[in-house]
């Protein structure tokens, strides 16, 4: 319930947000596992975007160097490698994210993974929506 409802108020984001950003969810919640994709607004390159998305993993991710208290949210990340992903898979991904993956500048799609594991969580998902907004306002040109 609580991916359903995150994967709900994503929508809402990627269309505050598209001055700025594509905000992709390119698999549909399953079970309690949601990915995000991020790519500036009007960008063709698969490596900008990844760098997007890699700057905002960064500002969520555990480091030695900080305090773990200095996180309002963590974030995990995974890479998807284009090799693995079918003609089909590709062109939806390459429309909806609006890279260019006919003539890729990078071998993978960079992803921000979002593991749900308490059902009860959502009054979270508005905080943390808010927060990854703020991250996008922060980051993204």
């Known amino acids: ?3 359903e409802t995150l994967f709900d108020r994503l929508k809402t984001l990627a269309a505050e947000l598209t001055s700025r950003v594509k905000l992709v969810v390119p698999y ?5 596992l949601i990915c995000l994709a991020l790519n500036p607004t009007g960008n063709r390159s698969l490596r900008a975007a990844n760098a997007l998305t890699r700057t905002l993993y960064e500002a969520m991710s555990v480091r030695a160097d900080l305090p773990v208290q200095s996180r309002e949210f963590f974030g995990s990340c995974t890479t998807v490698p284009l090799a693995q992903l079918s003609t089909e898979e590709k062109q939806q991904l390459s429309s909806d994210l609006g890279v260019d993956l006919a003539a890729p500048d990078d071998d993978g799609v960079f992803l921000l993974r979002h593991t749900l594991m308490n059902p009860w969580l959502h009054e ?18």
């Open 1 to 3: 319930q609580t991916c």
């Open 28 to 32: 549909g919640p399953d079970c309690n």
């Open 124 to 141: 979270y998902v508005d905080a943390y929506c808010q927060h990854l907004r703020a991250l996008i306002v922060e980051h993204a040109p």
